[in-house]
């Protein structure tokens, strides 16, 4: 099986026994693992924003594996959730999985549903930490412009034309061409499109601009 052996999973299931067996398996199959018999005990411990996830149990004395998902979530934690219990309902899966939990599976899951699972978590990682670091850049390009150049990206997204932009700012057309022509630079846009996306990505265009 070919996993990454940098992968880490966390395992929080306040039973001794199904810890020690997730633990073995999971090691078997090539992982790093974690244990934790509560959610409490695994936020006493510091993360590291490392590829990871959750093997999480639904019902545990004290913190709930859901009230766990939502503290998560409330501190904008990226670490997917997995669901791992032998008392699940449709109800409890369906609130799970809305608010973003990567799977539900139900004890005792199988080997391969557990590692496929896991390797879905695993992508889901990737591709949320590579929509982090393209966020971060644009953040630091869009920093870049000045006060000027702010207000005509902002007027450019929406669809204003160079002379509509003049006309509102009391420049000529050739100004506004010029400071456009910056922030296409500045931005690293080589299109209206892709600016407009980069807008979408940033959070500048609501609803109402699309």
């Known amino acids: 099986m070919n996993t990454e052996s940098t992968f880490l999973v966390h395992v929080i299931d306040d039973d001794l026994s199904v810890r020690t067996a997730m633990y073995l398996l999971l090691l078997a199959c090539g992982y790093r693992v974690f244990t934790y018999e509560s959610g409490t005990q695994f936020l006493e411990?510091?993360?590291?924003?490392?590829?990871?996830?959750?093997?999480?149990?639904?019902?545990?004395p004290g913190f709930s594996g859901l009230q766990l998902q939502d503290h998560l979530n409330a501190v904008n934690?990226?670490?997917?959730?997995?669901?791992?219990?032998?008392y699940g309902d449709?109800?409890?899966?369906?609130?799970?999985?809305?608010?973003?939990?990567?799977?539900?599976?139900?004890?005792?899951?199988?080997?391969?549903?557990?590692?496929?699972?896991?390797?879905?978590?695993?992508?889901r990682y990737k591709n949320t930490q590579k929509k982090r670091s393209t966020l971060h850049e644009l953040r630091v390009r869009y920093s870049q412009l000045t006060e000027r150049e702010l207000t005509v990206f902002s007027m450019v997204v929406r669809g204003q034309l160079n002379k509509q932009i003049a006309f509102q700012l009391g420049n000529s057309e050739r100004t506004v061409k010029s400071q456009r022509s910056s922030i296409m630079e500045k931005m690293q846009a080589n299109s209206l499109a892709e600016l407009v996306l980069i807008a979408t990505q940033l959070g500048l265009l609501g609803k109402e601009d699309k």
């Open 77 to 86: 934690s990226h670490i997917p959730i997995i669901f791992l219990t032998a």
């Open 90 to 123: 449709i109800s409890m899966s369906v609130r799970a999985i809305k608010a973003g939990a990567e799977n539900f599976l139900t004890k005792p899951v199988q080997k391969d549903d557990l590692v496929n699972a896991i390797e879905a978590a695993n992508r």
């Open 45 to 60: 411990h510091s993360l590291l924003d490392e590829p990871s996830c959750i093997l999480l149990d639904v019902n545990m």
